[in-house]
C-alpha cells in the first residue's frame, strides 16, 4: 500500500512562497503520476498541478499558471508556490496514480488518482 506524506505547509503572507513536497515511505514514486489538489474550508477538493513519471508531463489550472511550478527528483514530488495570494489558502494533498502508460499526460481529475497523502496546511495572510 503506497503511503504518502506531505511536507512544507505554513503560514505566510502575501506575495511570498513556500514549497511543499511530497515522499512515500518504503516505496520509490518513480513510477507514478502525482497530482497536487488543495481544499479551501467549505469548498470542493480541486485540482492544482500534476507531474508524469518521467516529469516530461505537467499541468496546472489557470489560477496557479506562472506562479506554481511542479517538479520531481527521485525522491519526491516537488511543489513551489510563488506570489502566493489569500485565496491560495487551504489544505493541500498530494495524490498518485499508477497506469501501465508511463508516458501519457497527467490528469487533475480527483477520480485518476488511487492513492491520497493525509494534506498539508497553507495559509496565506493578506
Known amino acids: 500500500q503506497l503511503q504518502l506524506a506531505e511536507s512544507g505547509g505554513g503560514l505566510v503572507q502575501s506575495g511570498e512562497s513556500l514549497s511543499l513536497s511530497c515522499s512515500a515511505s518504503?516505496?520509490?514514486?518513480?513510477?507514478?503520476?502525482i497530482g497536487w489538489f488543495r481544499q479551501a474550508p467549505g469548498k470542493e477538493r480541486e485540482g492544482v498541478s500534476c507531474?508524469?513519471?518521467?516529469?516530461?508531463s505537467t499541468n496546472s489550472v489557470d489560477p496557479v499558471k506562472g506562479r506554481f511550478t511542479v517538479s520531481r527528483d527521485k525522491n519526491a514530488v516537488h511543489l513551489r508556490m510563488d506570489d502566493l495570494k489569500p485565496e491560495d489558502t487551504g489544505l493541500y494533498y498530494c495524490a498518485a496514480a499508477a497506469r501501465l502508460d508511463l508516458y501519457a499526460m497527467c490528469d487533475l481529475r480527483r477520480r485518476w488518482y488511487e492513492y491520497w497523502g493525509q494534506g498539508t496546511q497553507v495559509t496565506v495572510a493578506s
Open positions: 518504503e516505496i520509490s514514486l518513480d513510477t507514478y503520476y
Open positions: 507531474i508524469s513519471p518521467s516529469g516530461d
